[in-house]
Nanobody, 120 residues
Framework: QVQLVESEGGLVQPGGSLRLSCAAS????????MGWYRQAPGKERELVAF???????NYADSGKGRFTISFDNAKNTVYLQMNSLEPEATAVYYC??????????????WGQGTQVTVSS
């Protein structure tokens, strides 16, 4: 019903930058918010950044001051700009959308995940 298409992650050197994008499509009445989570081997999935439809943002402490999340309402697309990347950021990154369908139901949708590796 709702599809999330994530951009490719990839290999980034320490201190480098990477931008991720995620586009939502399907039977959507409205999107309450979109964001990114990540999961490293042996660890739980954790919030990276999230933005509501009215522009309120929430960042993990590790990303504050270095990561920027934005949302394009016209394209139903969320962007995550990551700067000054460190090896600890290595993980599979998952896009999430909190959606209200045209039938009036609320649900969340997850992307398939994209690998980001920070290494020299």
């Amino acid at each position: 019903q709702v599809q999330l298409v994530e951009s490719e992650g990839g290999l980034v050197q320490p201190g480098g930058s990477l931008r991720l994008s995620c586009a939502a499509s399907g039977s959507i009445y409205s999107i309450n918010g979109m964001g990114w989570y990540r999961q490293a081997p042996g660890k739980e999935r954790e919030l990276v950044a999230f933005i509501s439809s009215v522009g309120l943002t929430n960042y993990a402490d590790s990303g504050k001051g270095r990561f920027t999340i934005s949302f394009d309402n016209a394209k139903n697309t969320v962007y995550l700009q990551m700067n000054s990347l460190e090896p600890e950021a290595t993980a599979v990154y998952y896009c999430r959308a909190d959606v209200r369908s045209r039938t009036g139901t609320f649900f969340n949708s997850w992307g398939q995940g994209t690998q980001v590796t920070v290494s020299s």
